[in-house]
Nanobody
């Protein structure tokens, strides 16, 4: 499966962006999915998780209440709605398919897609 993230860009603090992660080659409807981000000089960090049905979601404390993860299995796509963006949200955002293990651990995921850059100016 190939995953392609899109929707990033430059936005002012307080603004919003909606990221998409489109899958091709294989359906992702049977898999849990996650969003991660990596800022320059920092380790990759967990952002959000959604289970295969879309009924269970988890968020990093730093984004809880501001970001919303969702999925459309018919379109083979997951989304990340980001509101009230802060400069510290600046990073490359990637989506990935969870294989097994802890939902917040990057090692639990495979098939990392190409990321999309999000830059939040103050």
């Amino acid at each position: 499966v190939q995953l392609q993230a899109s929707g990033g860009g430059l936005v002012q603090a307080g603004g919003s962006l909606r990221l998409s992660c489109a899958a091709s080659g294989r359906t992702i409807s049977s898999y849990d999915m996650g969003w991660f981000r990596q800022a320059p000089g920092k380790e990759r960090e967990f952002v959000a998780f959604i289970d295969r049905s879309g009924g269970t979601t988890y968020y990093a404390d730093s984004v809880k209440g501001r970001f919303t993860i969702s999925r459309d299995n018919a379109k083979n796509t997951i989304y990340l709605q980001m509101n009230s963006l802060k400069p510290e949200d600046t990073a490359v955002y990637c989506c990935a398919r969870r294989l097994s293990g802890l939902y917040y651990n990057a090692r639990s995921y495979q098939y990392w897609g190409q990321g999309t850059q999000v830059t939040v100016s103050s």
